[in-house]
């Protein structure tokens, strides 16, 4: 029985897998076909720059040259075109474009990382780790904080904290997040002085490691609060529709007739199924939170991922915007993938 149990269970899970692959390489092949010849054209651009480049590095052969060394670039530039294939269809090259996006092998047009590399893998490891450090700080505690208030809300359900806690957390998540963001820009920057109005660090930032740590917590204080105080209204009322869905089921029904304690029957009972959806909430939003928020850093001036997003948009920088589809969609699969698995093992009705 062991054993039957673990190859269903393996082939579950190699074919979330193998889903998960397929999803990634249509959404792939979809963004070449939209872009395809948008690559040629940069990798193109690269080539002939590159080309001018050395060959503007050989005086001695530009003396040579003297009025052919725009004919011998065009040659040479000609040459390289052919050799890697870009003047074929886009769809003649499908797996070299697919490769190029897959390992970030462009060169941004306008954005460049601090180290001033243009490589949109270097941009785009640029600005994760701090939108991780904003956004997805801001999430946890919001799911955490939301989550308990539910949880508080579900085992009170008519009472007066229940009502303050629905009613607080509707008003919560009803207002937009950039506009709550100008209103403490205006009150704890502008009015009372509190905080920075926004940016990362100070400018210029500190030199000594545990001043720049403490900037950089003191200038995320006023976005992190922004997006806790929006953000928790809606994981507290969610937690407690689920939290109070599930004590309608027939088995929590069963429990309460058996006369065990509300706190038992909320926690054996009605919890244990709830996490399921709990967890896809925590799940899915952990992933949306790599992405930032884009009106939310433009407000607050944070240099994350949201920020590159427009800044690429604005400047039509293709490479950037590829790159970046290209990483939201990996890490949106991988976190399905793990989901799917989270389930099989949590939930027996979805193992066979």
Known sequence: M?????????????????DAALVLLIVLIITVAMFGGLIAEIKKQMIEDEVKRWVMSQPQLVQKLGEKVKDFIKEQVEERIKAEGLDKPWYANLLYYLSTVVTLDMRSHVLRSNTGSQLVKD????????TVLLFTTATVISALIGILLGLVAAYKRGSVVDKLVTVAALISASFPMWWIGMIMIEVFSYALGVFPSGGMTSVPPPSDPIAYVADVLYHMSLPLLTIVLVSVGGWAYVTRSILVGATKEDFVLAAKARGLAERTVLLRHVLRPSIPPILTMIALSLVASLSGAIITEIVFNWPGMGLLYWEAIETLDVPVILGLTYIFTLVFVIAMVILDVMYIVLDPRVRW
């Open 2 to 18: 062991g054993l039957k149990y673990n190859k269903q269970l393996t082939l579950k899970v190699a074919s979330r897998l193998a």
């Open 123 to 130: 941009i785009i490891m640029e600005r994760l780790p701090r």
